[in-house]
């Protein structure tokens, strides 16, 4: 404050007539002193009125509260000698607590004793809040289980990344003397984090087919990052398991599309689109931002990486590098919101859960995906960005070591990414387009113009014309009704077409009496691997180049999966088995001497299909824990995934409470259920005499088990999970 005094015209600490520097100093005193103390009580309270702000305006916001407060702070110094400009005032309240984050950080880094001992006093703290004294509830021998999900990161990427030295506190565990154990899965034929997360924290992904996806009973597009959508999801996959999740003892969910279970939620979006009190979506940042410092150091780190972000995009397209999509309008601020905003409050989420003592905390780090996406998943764009998640790893690797109890840490991925030039970059029109084309539906001049745009015009004409010389008309002799257009999704380089005004799922011959050319059009297409549809006639087919056509029972891994990769014909099966499944599934083609792959939205490092990088993320895993599969056996599917997790949380102390155990008669003999309108269903830990499940989502739905203990389920805050890598245009 001193310094500033000094430095900044508008920033007076002394009277009119001048003061000695004793005098000086102590009315600094004063100041720094009011300062501090109106941040300590009034902030939080601030921070709390100000939860249905955008977490963006909250940021903004941060400066000019911070501002109001040394203003406040001046006025309350003796005989009035503060005094400061408004827009000085934010200058210096901003200087002030940087400079406080940054001193504290680094003395309680710099000198290792006095991190412990800040770490041990704040464990104590948490403990004694819990109602534990100085015990810890006799949970100190057994060990907690943190699984931190590094979003889209692949196997070979994290590989890469050791080799090249930019994640040295990962490579330290895979070193000379490795204290974990790398593990490569295959994800399902929907490789992205609605089907693959959901699959981990829940046990089931059935009936998931892609990110997004229509469904004709109820007329409506499944988003996996609505939270409307993921509320379902959550909901169909605990009616199909019975149970309520990975985390349904002690656990934490920090930053997920899903609950797990979970009684202690932050940003979690399948409990966001339901609004009561306790877990209003912006609730999740009231911890972190409810210390000043945290908020102005995540603001500034959030400038300085919108502006990294403007930086690197104007020297990529200085270069002329390719391939490349848009990265201008919004998408800076979205960005720096996955890299700064959701990583610092989930980091600190993780790091409070575990001087909590909580038994299992699963979090989700989505910076990696976000800017691989539009960067390219072997950029060094997106390898800085890998770089500040190995520190973040670090960060919490370290606290664990302060905690009270020991903690495993297992890092793990839900999918990878493949690179390659979107689609429409590569053909000029989209997949909308040419299906429009081949259906003779009208489509824009510019997909009009390009080559396979008038290829498949030609084909629906010819096709059209030599198929019907007059309307088709029905057995009482009218002419049958106009058809509605075609829903076409896309899921990265998977492809969705259905028509919404066929009950069920089409067939291939109703497709071509209706659109002659439209099938052929795409399974002869250069940019197109392949296409699964039901058949009236072999049952569901999957047609590739050339006129090849396989049915799905006697699929194997070549001729049209070809280069897929293993497995692919085993995934087909299982999402053909969907009941949502679409009426045409499109996968992109893939080459394998790239690895690249054609994403169907405007992505140069997509997932969501079959094809290189994509389907194979990384389970990292404490050489203390159980392998997860049998020598040169292999892990495939979420589901299976969830598996090995569950038993590791088992081999740490005790088995999870499943939702079946979890039900008893009412007064009357009825069944009560926790399963209500999507909510996240949680237990809370009763110290093993039992537990009382609830609603994570406010619900107020509660059921005992036998042992009847009456803990309450405390589900605390949930985000919207607005900065998921494939997040919905609209």
Not at 24 to 31: F, K, L, M, Q
Not at 166 to 191: C, N
Not at 516 to 525: E, M, V
Not at 637 to 649: D, F, K, N, P, T
Request: aromatic share 4%.
């Amino acid at each position: 404050m001193l310094a500033l005094a000094g430095l900044l015209p508008d920033f007076e600490l002394q009277s009119a007539d001048g003061d000695s520097p004793t005098r000086i100093a102590v009315t600094a005193a004063w100041g720094a002193g009011a300062f501090g103390l109106l941040g300590a009580l009034v902030w939080p309270v601030l921070v709390r009125a100000l939860l249905l702000v955008p977490a963006l305006v909250l940021g903004l916001l941060v400066f000019f509260l911070n501002g109001s407060l040394l203003l406040i702070a001046l006025r309350l110094i003796p005989d009035g000698r503060g005094a400061a400009d408004p827009r000085t005032a934010v200058v210096v309240a901003a200087v002030m607590s940087a400079v406080a984050s940054a001193t504290a950080t680094g003395l309680a880094v710099g000198d290792d004793e006095a991190y412990r001992h800040r770490l041990s006093r704040l464990a104590d703290r948490r403990r004694r809040r819990r109602g534990r004294g100085g015990d810890d509830g006799g949970r100190g021998d057994v060990p907690g289980t943190v699984f931190l999900q590094l979003d889209g990161v692949g196997h070979q990427v994290l590989l890469d990344a050791v080799a090249a030295g930019d994640v040295p506190h990962i490579a330290s565990w895979l070193g000379e003397r490795p204290t974990h154990r790398l593990t490569p899965w295959r994800t399902d034929w929907s490789s992205q984090t609605g089907a693959s997360q959901l699959g981990i924290l829940h046990g089931s992904n059935h009936d998931v087919p892609a990110f997004r996806w229509y469904e004709k009973d109820s007329g409506r597009v499944m988003v996996s990052n609505r939270p409307a959508s993921a509320a379902e999801l959550q909901r169909r996959a605990i009616e199909r398991t019975g149970d309520g999740g990975l985390l349904t003892l002690d656990g934490a969910s920090r930053g997920n599309l899903f609950s797990g279970g979970a009684d202690q939620l932050a940003l979690v979006l399948s409990i966001a689109a339901r609004r009561a009190r306790a877990n209003r979506s912006r609730a999740g940042y009231f911890a972190y931002f409810s210390d000043p410092a945290n908020a102005v150091r995540t603001v500034v780190s959030f400038t300085a990486d919108v502006c990294r972000e403007i930086g690197q995009s104007t020297r990529a397209r200085l270069r002329g590098d390719r391939p490349r999509v848009g990265r201008g309008g919004l998408y800076p601020f979205i960005r720096a919101f996955a890299t700064v905003v959701e990583r610092d409050v989930v980091v600190a989420a993780v790091l409070g859960d575990m001087l909590a003592g909580r038994t299992a905390v699963y979090a989700d780090l989505v910076a990696y995906d976000e800017v691989a996406h539009h960067s390219g998943p072997h950029s060094r764009d997106a390898a800085r960005v890998l770089a500040r998640l190995d520190r973040s790893v670090g960060l919490i690797a370290r606290v664990a070591e302060h905690a009270p109890r020991r903690y495993r840490i297992v890092l793990l991925s839900d999918h990878g990414q493949s690179p390659g030039e979107t689609f429409e970059g590569a053909y000029g029109l989209t997949l909308k387009d040419l299906v429009r084309a081949g259906c003779g539906l009208p489509v824009s001049r510019r997909a009009g113009r390009t080559r396979s745009g008038a290829e498949a015009r030609d084909a629906a004409r010819h096709a059209v014309l030599g198929a019907l010389h007059r309307p088709e008309r029905t057995d009482d002799g009218a002419e049958p009704a106009r058809t509605s257009e075609p829903v076409v999704l896309a899921s990265g380089n998977l492809g969705l077409i259905s028509f919404p005004d066929v009950p069920g799922r089409m067939s291939r011959e109703e497709i071509d009496r209706r659109h002659p050319a439209l099938l052929r059009t795409l399974a002869s297409h250069p940019g197109i691997g392949f296409l699964l549809v039901r058949s009236e006639e072999h049952g569901s087919v999957v047609l590739g180049h050339g006129g090849a056509e396989v049915p799905v029972d006697a699929l194997d891994d070549d001729g049209p999966l070809a280069g897929m990769g293993p497995g692919a014909a085993d995934a087909v099966r299982r999402t053909d088995g969907f009941p949502h499944v679409a009426d045409i599934m499109v996968n992109s083609m893939y080459d394998p001497g790239t690895g690249r792959v054609h994403a169907f939205e405007e992505q140069i490092g997509s997932h969501g299909g079959l094809g290189g990088e994509q389907a194979r993320p990384f389970l990292l895993s404490p050489l203390v824990l159980s392998a997860p599969v049998p020598d040169r056996g292999e892990l495939v599917g979420a589901e299976q995934v969830h598996a090995v997790l569950r038993r590791w949380l088992r081999e740490g102390g005790g088995p999870q409470v499943p939702l079946g155990a979890a039900v008893t008669e009412g007064s009357e003999g009825a069944v009560e259920t926790v399963v209500a309108e999507g909510a996240a269903v949680t237990a809370a830990t009763a110290s093993g005499a039992g537990s009382e499940m609830g609603s994570g989502a406010g619900a107020g739905t509660r059921v005992r088990t036998e042992a009847g203990a009456d803990g309450e389920a405390n589900a605390l805050s949930a985000g919207a999970r607005t900065t998921e890598n494939e997040r919905d245009p609209a």
